[in-house]
Nanobody
Framework: QVQLVESGGGLVQAGGSLRLSCAAS????????MGWFRQAPGKEREFVAT????????YYADSVKGRFTASRDSAKNTVYLQMNSLKPEDTAVYYC?????????????????WGQGTQVTVSA
């Protein structure tokens, strides 16, 4: 079974950058597509980005397209989310997840393993 631990969150000013990391344990990590989601206070968890198991395919929510980049390093069992030009509306807890049980990349129900989340706060 895969276990996921996120890191890299923090407080940043608008226009700044952060890079989130998601370290995975488990030998099957490289066979899963991975996703990034976020949840702001009082809102539902929403899709941010996904990356295929090969790392060759990525999709992004319209709200982050052109600003965020997902990548993975299978040798390090780690996926990353590079976030540039951050906005206050990007403030949320960010989660990585392994797509273990579904095919629709933007649905939370397609992801069976989740990390604990990391807080990202963007000040105006």
């Amino acid at each position: 079974q895969v276990q996921l631990v996120e890191s890299g969150g923090g407080l940043v000013q608008a226009g700044g950058s952060l890079r989130l990391s998601c370290a995975a344990s488990g030998r099957t990590f490289s066979s899963y597509a991975m996703g990034w989601f976020r949840q702001a206070p009082g809102k539902e968890r929403e899709f941010v980005a996904t990356i295929s198991w090969t790392g060759g395919g990525t999709y992004y929510a319209d709200s982050v397209k052109g600003r965020f980049t997902a990548s993975r390093d299978s040798a390090k069992n780690t996926v990353y989310l590079q976030m540039n030009s951050l906005k206050p509306e990007d403030t949320a807890v960010y989660y990585c997840a392994a797509r273990t049980s579904g095919t629709y990349y933007a649905a939370t129900t397609s992801y069976g393993v989740w990390g604990q989340g990391t807080q990202v706060t963007v000040s105006a």
